[in-house]
């Protein structure tokens, strides 16, 4: 069975710019989550998504985004890219969603650097 | 709002050595609290749970933790390290409901030959 699937795996931008990350979950999965991890903050909350809908979010401000797919595929977006927004960027996957219900799987991550 | 707090950032030990990692939540109710396991470029991976069914938890890797109510801590133990051990290792709260997990800052463990 396949893990959750991050890409890209590493990307380099610069300020102003956007970038959008993507994640497959494991097959069957339905819940998907994000995770921003920074040596300064840690690993912070992003959002929650289940069945396309955003059941919990984060305190991060509006130019982070996301959004799921009807095959639980999701993406996040940052919009107007600061210097602190460099980080690695971990999506989670679980059957029906929340670490109470089931294991997280996290993937690998996807490492994003704002020049 | 509900937090972890984990003591100390680095940990050495020595190879067959205790490994023990503390940490304490805050909550205004049971929570249900994580250990999970960081590899250098991976994913984070659950080590354990507990979820108010049995206070000492065990789990993979031959790590186990214990809820403690009173001292509200669920600290991570496993007897004997391995080289295979090091990693970095997050403590994290959720509630139900709430479907996210609320981290504390980690503690990287180092394993001496």
């Known amino acids: 069975k396949a893990g959750v699937t991050q890409t890209p795996r590493y990307l380099i931008k610069t300020r102003g710019q956007q970038v959008t990350l993507s994640c497959s979950p494991i097959s069957g999965h339905r819940s998907v989550s994000w995770y921003q991890q920074t040596p300064g903050q840690g690993l912070q909350f992003l959002f929650e998504?289940?069945?396309?809908?955003?059941?919990n979010k984060g305190n991060f401000p509006g130019r982070f985004s996301g959004r799921q797919f009807s095959n639980s595929r999701s993406e996040m977006n940052v919009s107007t890219l600061e210097l602190g927004d460099s980080a690695l960027y971990l999506c989670a996957s679980s059957p029906t969603g929340g670490p109470i219900d089931g294991e997280l799987f996290f993937g690998e991550g996807s490492r994003l650097t704002v020049l | 709002a509900q937090s972890v707090t984990q003591l100390g950032s680095h940990v050495s030990v020595s190879e067959g050595a205790l490994v023990l990692l503390r940490c304490n939540y805050s909550s205004s109710v049971p929570p249900y609290l994580f250990w999970y396991v960081q590899y250098p470029n991976q994913g984070l991976q659950l080590l354990l749970k507990y979820t108010s069914a049995a206070t000492l938890v065990k789990g993979i890797n031959g790590f186990e933790a214990e809820f403690k109510k009173s001292e509200t801590s669920f600290h991570l133990t496993k007897p004997s390290a391995h080289m295979r051990d090091a990693a970095e290792y997050f403590c994290?709260?959720?509630?139900?409901?709430?479907?996210?997990?609320?981290f504390g800052a980690g503690t990287t463990v180092t394993v001496r030959a």
């Open positions: 994290a709260v959720s509630r139900s409901n709430d479907y996210k997990l609320s």
């Open positions: 998504y289940f069945s396309e809908t955003q059941r």
